[in-house]
């Protein structure tokens, strides 16, 4: 493994303490790796919500990768309480897998041009806007899974005749 020069990794990991992030990567991969040139990732990792007091936030996460200086790499950390849960992450821009699982309403936008498949979850409800945000983010998406309890606050029942709304973004 020392000689290793590109790793792709795509990871879901259950953790007993805490997420894993920058820190984590730079100290038990990348220091490891001395001739790594091209190193890719996508993980996610999971962590029961027991009685932590620092809850660590998506900033923390986004300040631990202050190493990786010529990568973009996005953070998206969530915390479920009627799970019991929480979930970070963490992934290389741009995206190259061709699903992306467990977007919530912490998602940030961008271009996934690679992506097929999404899978949504979240205790807080979906709006409207948040539907037009994911359709100019993933523009070849061809399957969406909802997973969500909770009905919309915002609601469109009455509109208008010239109202465009209910037509799909192309």
Not at 71 to 78: A, L, M, Q, R
Not at 123 to 149: G, I, Q, W
Request: charged content about 30%; overall charge neutral.
């Amino acid at each position: 493994m020392n000689n290793l020069e590109e790793l792709d990794l795509h990871l879901v990991v259950y953790c007993e303490k805490r997420f894993i992030d920058g820190y984590d990567l730079k100290y038990n991969i990348t220091n490891h790796l001395l001739k790594l040139k091209k190193f890719l990732f996508n993980i996610r990792s999971r962590l029961p919500l027991n009685e932590q007091v620092n809850l660590l936030s998506n900033k923390d996460c986004q300040f631990s990768f202050n190493d990786f200086k010529n990568n973009k790499i996005i953070s998206c950390v969530d915390y479920f309480q009627s799970r019991k849960e929480g979930d970070c992450h963490i992934y290389l821009y741009p995206y190259q897998a061709k699903h992306y699982e467990f977007i919530t309403n912490n998602f940030l936008d961008g271009l996934f041009k690679y992506v097929r498949e999404v899978s949504l979850y979240d205790e807080r409800p979906f709006e409207h806007e948040f539907f037009l945000k994911s359709a100019k983010s993933f523009p070849l998406m061809e399957r969406l899974t909802v997973n969500n309890d909770k009905p919309q606050k915002n609601q469109f029942d009455e509109l208008s005749k010239d109202d465009n709304r209910h037509l799909s973004v192309i």
